[in-house]
């Protein structure tokens, strides 16, 4: 049986598709003796080893971001954000404000899921940003740094994304016939990123290391 350790995990964007599914699986875990997640509202779990500490990005305050491992499952789309600058925030400044101050007060391990295709030089803005996060992360010296880059999420939202949900039906249905070179375009379950996440946290592997899409389709 596990047995609880003396680690704390601090979970970003916990309310989330990928989210909620990784603090379930944490606090189901018992491997750490809390579990911290940064909200602006309630993932509607009660659990002793959960703390919910409501986080205003545009406030920061460093002396509530604590954690050994941290969890970042923070993401938006274009039409949630309503701009590229609120897109950029979400998806790029507000990783490295907390991958910042948690690396300052001793975190050893940055978990962060970006997307298929994330790459600085991308001509397309949404994989661009990605990129830039996944390479600005590598300067903070983290000693374990995971990126999680996933195609299609697939599960229960709670925000019903319209395009995301037609995208999902017609992936899902070509499903069968995605093999070898369409075979990483597969849409997968949030659930299988987050079993990933938890998975990997519990390693030692040291450095950059990156999990395609068809790597956590084995979760």
């Known amino acids: ?17 990928i989210g909620k599914k990784l603090v379930e699986l944490l606090l189901k875990s018992n491997l750490y003796e809390e579990v911290r997640v940064l909200i602006r509202k309630s993932t509607g779990i009660t659990h002793p ?27 938006t789309t274009m039409k949630q954000a309503g701009s590229k600058e609120a897109f950029f925030a979400v998806d790029y400044e507000y990783p490295l404000q907390i991958a910042r101050f948690a690396r300052q007060k001793g975190a050893t391990r940055y978990l962060i899921v970006t997307a298929m ?3 600085a030089e991308s001509t397309f803005f949404y994989n661009r940003v990605k990129g830039e996060v996944e390479e600005d992360l590598q300067t903070l010296n983290y000693p374990s740094l995971h990126l999680f880059r996933p195609s299609l999420l697939t599960g229960d939202r709670s925000e019903k994304r319209l ?32 079993k990933a996440m938890l998975t990997q946290a519990q390693t030692t592997s040291k450095g950059v290391i990156i999990h395609e899409s068809p790597e956590l389709q084995t979760y």
């Not at 704390?8 to 309310?15: K, S």
């Not at 017609?170 to 369409?182: E, S, T």
């Open 1 to 17: 049986m596990e047995t609880t350790q003396t680690k704390r995990a601090l979970v970003v964007g916990g309310t989330g598709l």
């Open 163 to 194: 395009g995301e949900r037609v995208g999902e039906s017609v992936l899902n249905f070509l499903k069968p016939i995605m093999k070898g070179p369409l075979e990483k375009y597969q849409p997968i379950e949030a659930e299988k990123v987050a």
């Open 49 to 75: 080893r959960l703390v919910e500490v409501k986080y205003n990005f545009k406030q920061p305050d460093a002396t509530q971001v604590i954690g050994d491992d941290v969890f970042c499952c923070l993401g």
């Open 117 to 119: 295709g994330a790459n």
